[in-house]
């Protein structure tokens, strides 16, 4: 199986930055695309930001130009670099990735467990 570890989360204050970190391991023959999504309290879990195996990215209109996603793939690891943080950044933050475990088998969504990044006035 796969498995998706989220580290780096924590309290801010607002216009602070902070940077995630997720390392995907097991039974990987290929990450395809990787990603982060949030999800707040009341709300449905929303994309913040993804990137492809060759690097192309995409962003929520709300976290452009605040928010770089990036991705070593010689380490399985996709980070993410929050700066300018507003109150409403805070939330649960999950990391996503596109896994073919074999030549044999169709592309899967995994999930890590969530980092909680709470951003305080």
């Known amino acids: 199986q796969v498995q998706l570890v989220e580290s780096g989360g924590g309290s801010v204050q607002a216009g602070g930055s902070l940077r995630l970190s997720c390392a995907a391991s097991?039974?990987?023959?290929?990450?395809?695309?990787m990603g982060w999504y949030r999800q707040s309290s009341g709300k449905q879990r929303e994309l913040v930001a993804t990137?492809?195996?060759?690097?192309?990215?995409n962003y929520a209109y709300s976290v452009k130009g605040r928010f770089t996603i990036s991705r070593d793939n010689a380490k399985n690891t996709v980070y993410l670099q929050m700066n300018s943080l507003k109150l409403e950044d805070t939330a649960v933050y999950y990391c996503?990735?596109?896994?073919?475990?074999?030549?044999?088998?169709?592309?899967?969504?995994?999930w890590g467990q969530g980092t909680q990044v709470t951003v305080s006035s």
């Open positions: 097991g039974s990987i023959w290929r990450i395809n695309a």
């Open positions: 990137i492809t195996g060759g690097g192309s990215t």
């Open positions: 996503n990735a596109v896994v073919t475990v074999s030549a044999f088998t169709p592309p899967r969504d995994y």
